[in-house]
Nanobody, 119 residues
Framework: VQLQASGGGLVQAGGSLRLSCAAS????????MGWYRQAPGKQRDLVAT??????NYADSVKGRFTISVDNAKNTVYLQMNSLKPEDTAVYYC???????????????WGQGTQVTVSS
């Protein structure tokens, strides 16, 4: 299984970006999907997750970011609006994926995509 993330870039404060992450390979089912971010010198933090269609957001992004899922395409999106310089980080997607019938899900990570917000 591979997760391919895309959509990062450089944007001015107040702008928007949309991240995408698609899973490919031996995907039987996906239990959860999410986005995390890591700024330089800091730990990796949760941004948003979706489990059984229920979204969960970090307080810092509530009202600005929206996570959505396309189950048919094994893809998770992160719409980021009203971006702030403090949103600058490498964004990673993660999915809990079942690759074999009757096996438990495993966590997979994408390669990371850089988001830079200028002031």
């Amino acid at each position: 299984v591979q997760l391919q993330a895309s959509g990062g870039g450089l944007v001015q404060a107040g702008g928007s970006l949309r991240l995408s992450c698609a899973a490919s390979g031996s995907v039987v089912s996906i239990w959860s999907m999410g986005w995390y971010r890591q700024a330089p010198g800091k730990q990796r933090d949760l941004v948003a997750t979706s489990f059984s269609g229920n979204p969960n957001y970090a307080d810092s992004v509530k009202g600005r970011f929206t996570i959505s899922v396309d189950n048919a395409k094994n893809t998770v999106y992160l719409q980021m609006n009203s971006l702030k310089p403090e949103d600058t980080a490498v964004y990673y997607c993660s999915m809990a994926i079942v690759t074999r019938i009757a096996s438990p899900p495993r966590d997979y990570w994408g390669q990371g995509t850089q988001v830079t917000v200028s002031s």
